[in-house]
């Protein structure tokens, strides 16, 4: 699970829980086993939508840069990704529209 803050996630942090995740998917696929692969970033926090749009991305490119490593067939699992939301203690709530578009409105 990955927390946002100020100074978190750290690339350590996103780099553990990547590694986890592929070694985790890599054994399933060895047993045949489909695994789910859920990075998941939490909605704790006072974070913006942007910022979560923003650890979201680098978290899913750390993850795919793990499977990839470990040779994960990814068309032989299941990914099951967070929203990008603000965070729940924001005062500013992103309605629908925003969290449905491509980009979240800077």
Do not use: W
């Amino acid at each position: 699970m990955i927390t946002i803050g100020d100074g978190i996630p750290t690339y350590t942090c996103l780099s553990a829980n990547a590694e986890a995740l592929a070694r985790y998917a890599a054994l399933c696929q060895e047993g045949g086993i489909v695994p789910i692969v859920e990075p998941e970033v939490l909605l704790d926090g006072n974070h913006t939508i942007e910022r979560c749009q923003e650890v979201t991305e680098h978290t899913l490119k750390v993850t795919f840069t793990a499977l990839y490593l470990h040779r994960v067939h990814l068309e032989g699992m299941i990914l099951k990704p967070s929203m990008v939301v603000s965070g729940k203690d924001n005062p500013r709530q992103a309605g629908p529209d925003e969290v449905a578009s491509e980009r979240s409105n800077a």
